[in-house]
């Protein structure tokens, strides 16, 4: 039974993998900005329901909190930083740069106030029944998958009926011809980095609740962004949660044939295994050389 506890327990992290890297992948398939803070964006918004849970608020106002906090990050940054950077001609490398600077503030100041070790909200939903011999689930798994599912529903109806949602995709395009329409590549912009960023807060509050939260958790969450955009396809929504789904089954399942330091890395195997055989992902189109 331990190959079913690990599995269940992969697809519960694989759904939060799923919604922090189609934030990722939105923002970076409509502003080509590679945002390398968006982990930064799941450690804030982690702490805020910790703290607000620890003040005593209800778990809904301690989520709109760090939903607020997310998105606020998540315009901030592009408002502050990555604007600022475009606007004199500033390389990808510089706005790189210049995101990874932010992510080592975002955890440092982060470490001074709340601690540099794990800290997890206790809730009724984090505790696990044995619903098969040996087999033990909490409800927060139900949580987990309910909501990713709900949410990434909610995303793709938006991208695809909303009129805002369809100027989205078509921002990376084609931004000159957006602007012939009227439309403001900005505020799209500003759109992309707000939604993309309140897409971790849900993330982060769950994984509060479970495995816990560290100053250095932003990184982790960063990478394995990257990776599951990467696995499923540039500029692919449903690929990048397809894959972050993925990659945590088998961060999971592997602890079953790997001791526990190595199971990280089995991601990044599959990524390279992609990366070789199939670098367009699994939803990617194949470029021609």
Same mark, same amino acid.
């Given at each position: 039974?331990?190959?079913?506890?690990?599995?269940?327990?992969?697809?519960?992290?694989?759904?939060?993998?799923?919604?922090?890297?189609?934030?990722?992948?939105?923002?970076?398939?409509?502003?080509?900005?590679?945002?390398?803070?968006?982990?930064?964006?799941?450690?804030?918004?982690?702490?805020?329901?910790?703290?607000?849970?620890?003040?005593?608020?209800?778990?809904?106002?301690?989520?709109?909190?760090?939903?607020?906090?997310?998105?606020?990050?998540?315009?901030?940054?592009?408002?502050?930083?990555?604007?600022?950077?475009?606007?004199?001609?500033?390389?990808?490398?510089?706005?790189?740069? =210049? &995101?990874?600077? *932010? $992510?080592? !503030?975002?955890?440092?100041?982060?470490?001074?106030? +709340? %601690?540099?070790?794990?800290?997890?909200?206790?809730?009724?939903?984090?505790?696990?029944?044995?619903?098969?011999?040996?087999?033990?689930?909490?409800?927060?798994?139900?949580?987990?998958?309910?909501?990713?599912?709900?949410?990434?529903?909610?995303?793709?109806?938006?991208?695809?009926?909303?009129?805002?949602?369809?100027?989205?995709?078509?921002?990376?395009?084609?931004?000159?011809?957006?602007?012939?329409?009227?439309?403001?590549?900005?505020?799209?912009?500003?759109?992309?980095?707000?939604?993309?960023?309140?897409?971790?807060?849900?993330?982060?509050?769950?994984?509060?609740?479970?495995?816990?939260?560290?100053?250095?958790?932003?990184?982790?969450?960063?990478?394995?962004?990257? =990776? &599951?955009?990467? *696995? $499923?396809? !540039?500029?692919?929504?449903?690929?990048?949660?397809? +894959? %972050?789904?993925?990659?945590?089954?088998?961060?999971?399942?592997?602890?079953?044939?790997?001791?526990?330091?190595?199971?990280?890395?089995?991601?990044?195997?599959?990524?390279?295994?992609?990366?070789?055989?199939?670098?367009?992902?699994?939803?990617?189109?194949?470029?021609?050389?």
């Amino acid at each position: 039974m331990l190959f079913l506890q690990l599995l269940l327990q992969g697809l519960q992290v694989g759904a939060l993998y799923a919604l922090t890297a189609a934030g990722f992948a939105l923002i970076f398939g409509a502003t080509r900005i590679f945002h390398f803070a968006h982990g930064s964006a799941f450690t804030l918004a982690g702490y805020t329901f910790l703290f607000t849970s620890q003040a005593g608020w209800p778990w809904y106002l301690g989520g709109l909190a760090s939903v607020g906090v997310a998105t606020l990050f998540g315009i901030g940054i592009y408002w502050f930083v990555y604007r600022p950077i475009q606007r004199h001609e500033g390389s990808f490398f510089t706005v790189f740069v =210049a &995101a990874f600077g *932010v $992510g080592i !503030v975002v955890q440092n100041l982060v470490g001074m106030f +709340a %601690g540099r070790g794990f800290a997890s909200v206790d809730t009724p939903l984090s505790r696990a029944t044995e619903v098969l011999p040996d087999v033990y689930l909490a409800q927060v798994f139900w949580v987990a998958i309910g909501l990713s599912l709900v949410l990434f529903l909610l995303l793709t109806l938006f991208l695809t009926r909303h009129h805002a949602g369809v100027a989205l995709r078509a921002l990376h395009q084609n931004p000159d011809l957006l602007r012939a329409y009227g439309l403001s590549s900005t505020k799209l912009s500003l759109l992309a980095f707000a939604v993309g960023s309140a897409l971790v807060a849900p993330a982060a509050m769950l994984t509060a609740m479970t495995s816990g939260l560290n100053e250095a958790i932003g990184h982790h969450v960063m990478l394995i962004s990257m =990776a &599951a955009t990467i *696995v $499923g396809g !540039v500029g692919s929504l449903r690929g990048a949660a397809l +894959a %972050g789904l993925m990659l945590g089954v088998a961060e999971a399942v592997a602890l079953s044939f790997v001791d526990t330091q190595w199971a990280e890395a089995v991601s990044f195997l599959v990524l390279f295994a992609f990366i070789i055989f199939r670098p367009s992902g699994i939803f990617g189109i194949a470029q021609a050389r």
